[in-house]
Every structure is written in structure tokens, then in C-alpha cells.
Antibody, heavy 117, light 107 residues
Framework: LQMQESGPGVVKPSETLSLTCTVS??????????WGWIRQSPGRGLEWIGR???????DCNAALQSRATLKMDTSKNQFFLHLTSVTAADTALYYC??????????WGQGTLVAVSS | DIQMTQSPSSLSASVGDSVTITCRAS??????LHWHHQKPGKAPRLLIY???SLQTGVPSNFSGSGFGTDFTLTINSLQPEDFGTYYC?????????FGPGTTVDIK
């Protein structure tokens, strides 16, 4: 299983951060696994963002105050994170993860996102 | 939200030593407690799930115990590749918070 995050690297304050996770070695369509995002920053440590199932059901961290949206494109074996109204507090290393239920059992390499004007 | 704490925040130990890391939850998480290991510049990797079950490929010198609010990770006969940071995580209730980490340095 390989999971690779991709994204813009830098996002301006108040704009939307969009990340893609491309999965190879497993099909997200019909998979018993969930797919999700976790971020890591020096100030906040590891922070759970959310997860989604192959059927489209999602479960996000309420602390993000509904700014996070998770979606997937099973035809491309990809899933996505959209985080609106970003601030400097959203600067972090973002990991996509595969989850067995609620437990992340496989992590991508991570992609660094900086919020800066 | 359930808050996770770990102690110590860091430690140094020699190859062959035994090391114990403690994780505490602000309320009971039953057995929904897991450990991840992160080496510098790398993504975390699942080490132990549901308190004491070793992930595939994890050597048997790792062990976990506990229930409810208090948990321990023990590394017997520490090896050079065991350096890095260890994080506990609860999946009892959302958000599935992590502890702040314990960094293990090899003397």
C-alpha cells in the first residue's frame, strides 16, 4: 500500500486549502477501510482531522468548526481534504491515512502546508 | 474531548535497557488505546493497537498494558532502531486525540 499526499505548499490566509491523497496498492472503492487525514505541527502535535468511508459517510473533528470537508473519487482512487478560511494555525504537516475503523494503520509520507500571505 | 498526557516527555537509555512510557486519559477510553512510533523526518507508524496487540512486523520486545485511563508501553532490551517519538492515541470518542509524545534517545 502506498499513499501519497499532494497539495499547494503555501496557502494565503482566509483561502481554502485543498489536498489530494492518491492511493495505490489498495482500492478505496468498496474497501472495508476508512480513509482520513491527520496533521502535525510543533504547537499542536498530532491532530485528528477526520475520516470518510467508501460510501461517503464522514466524521470530522468538531474543533475545526465545520471548515473541513472530506471527499473521494473512487475512479481515480483518490480522496481529498478541503479546509476553508485557513489561518496561520493551520500551518502543519498533513498526513493522509488509512483507518481500520477509527484506527490509522497506514500513514502517507505527509505534505507540508504553510499559511502565509 | 478526551485529553491525553504522556510521561516522561523525553528519556535517554542505553541499548539493552528496558524503558517504560506512561499514557493517561482524562476519562476512560476502555481498551481503545493505541501506540504509534515516529522517527525523525518520517511519518508515524502504528506500533501497538488495542492496548497490547502488536502490529504486524513489530518485534516482541514491545509490549503494552492498561485499561480505562492508565496505560504503559514497555520496550525490553532497547535497540538502536527504537529511537524516536512514541505517541499514544485514543479511539474511544471523537476527536481521536493523541498524546504529546515521548522522545526516546539512545545513549
Amino acid at each position: 500500500l502506498q499513499m501519497q499526499e499532494s497539495g499547494p505548499g503555501v496557502v494565503k490566509p482566509s483561502e481554502t486549502l485543498s489536498l489530494t491523497c492518491t492511493v495505490s496498492g489498495d482500492s478505496i472503492r468498496g474497501s472495508p477501510y476508512f480513509w482520513g487525514w491527520i496533521r502535525q505541527s510543533p504547537g499542536r502535535g498530532l491532530e485528528w482531522i477526520g475520516r470518510l468511508s467508501h460510501s461517503g459517510g464522514t466524521d470530522c473533528n468538531a474543533a475545526l468548526q465545520s471548515r473541513a470537508t472530506l471527499k473521494m473519487d473512487t475512479s481515480k482512487n483518490q480522496f481529498f481534504l478541503h479546509l476553508t478560511s485557513v489561518t496561520a494555525a493551520d500551518t502543519a504537516l498533513y498526513y493522509c491515512v488509512r483507518l481500520l475503523g477509527k484506527l490509522p494503520d497506514h500513514w502517507g509520507q505527509g505534505t507540508l502546508v504553510a499559511v502565509s500571505s | 474531548d478526551i485529553q491525553m498526557t504522556q510521561s516522561p516527555s523525553s528519556l535517554s537509555a542505553s541499548v539493552g535497557d528496558s524503558v517504560t512510557i506512561t499514557c493517561r486519559a482524562s476519562q476512560s477510553v476502555a481498551s481503545n488505546l493505541h501506540w504509534h512510533h515516529q522517527k525523525p523526518g518520517k511519518a508515524p507508524r502504528l506500533l501497538i493497537y488495542t492496548v497490547s496487540s502488536l502490529q504486524t512486523g513489530v518485534p516482541s520486545n514491545f509490549s503494552g498494558s492498561g485499561f480505562g485511563t492508565d496505560f504503559t508501553l514497555t520496550i525490553n532490551s532497547l535497540q538502536p532502531e527504537d529511537f524516536g517519538t512514541y505517541y499514544c492515541q485514543q479511539t474511544d470518542s471523537s476527536p481521536f486525540n493523541f498524546g504529546p509524545g515521548t522522545t526516546v534517545d539512545i545513549k
